[in-house]
């Protein structure tokens, strides 16, 4: 059992008490004279200082509950999902849509070696090298469907419409930077992700328990870059944060929003690893789709792209000891 707290070296027990006597003392004082002392016709409404009490008692107890949270592991990771979050969109604005989705593969292997380091989880080499060619054959398949069928310049703007001059075609793109702010996303992708995991396995606390900390963990550093931009500190403030938020913006929000909360999900009841074969799965799936709806055609690299992942990812799944002896030969030497 904890000890019982103390304020300055005395018991809190005690110290509460003989504040609630003065305060009481204070209360009625101060409150009898705050209604006597005006004429009724400047008197305050009663209402709103009841309705007063209760944001400020709330605020107050929120920032004492946000203060001792701190010390909470949770910080962690939501400090680094903020950083990831934000790099995504310096990664996004500054590379091709292909490039970019190849180059974020990478995190499939940081989240391996996050949780071989983190979770002590014990991956054999076959399962390493599994995790190799899902890297790989997902960056094969997504090199030629995000070339043939996502590049800027296939996208139709309408003569006329608002987006003609959209930068679409006018954005500066630098690659050094997009390859930088994408590297770092996968280091804090996987370590943010193990970590929460790690938190998660090792707690009885509810999983909606643990993402209202890790929101609320996001609010400190999610803030500090809104505050410092020259939107807010001019004098229209907060007024021009939704500035020129519009319906893709939304849309960009709403489908992180869902991400987020399947994230969770699944690293709740699967783990990180898994996770990364879901979306690489994903990847083959909505080509599939768009074979079918778009009439796009398959063609040799995505067969070879899709076959590796679905090789890496039959091999990953073999108990030990029954992997392929082809392989375990060679990867033994
Ligand atoms: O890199 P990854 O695909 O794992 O990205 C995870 C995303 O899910 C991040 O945007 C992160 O903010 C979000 N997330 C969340 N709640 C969790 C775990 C992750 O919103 N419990």
Known sequence: EDAPPTVFGLPLKFVSLVTLAVQNAALSIVMHYSRVSTPPSQSYSPASAVLLNEILKGSISFGIALWRLSKSELSIPALLYVVQNSLQFVAISNLPVATFQVTYQMKILTTAAFSVLLLRRR????????????AIGVAIVQIQTSTSALSPQKINVPVGSAHESAPLYLHIMSP?????????????????????????????????????????????????????SPSVSNSRGFADLLKNFGGWAWATVAIQVFG???????????????KGFATSLSIILSFLAS??????????????GSSTVLIATWLYNQPAGKEPTILVNVVNG
Do not use: H
Not at 211 to 219: D, I, K, R, Y
Not at 261 to 270: D, M, N, P, Q, R
């Open 123 to 134: 991956l054999s080499s076959t399962k390493w090298v599994s995790l190799f060619f899902l």
């Open 291 to 304: 074979v079918f709806l778009f009439n796009f055609s398959i063609t040799p690299s995505f067969l070879i």
């Open 176 to 228: 050094l930077k997009g390859f930088g702010a994408v590297t770092a996303a996968c280091f804090t992708s996987g370590l943010a992700g193990v970590y929460f995991e790690m938190v998660l396995k090792n707690s009885k606390a509810d999983l909606w328990v643990r993402n209202v900390q890790l929101s609320l963990f996001s609010l400190v550093p999610a803030l500090v870059p809104v505050l410092y």
């Open 260 to 274: 987020g909360l399947i994230t969770a999900i699944v690293i709740k009841y699967s783990d990180n690893i898994l």
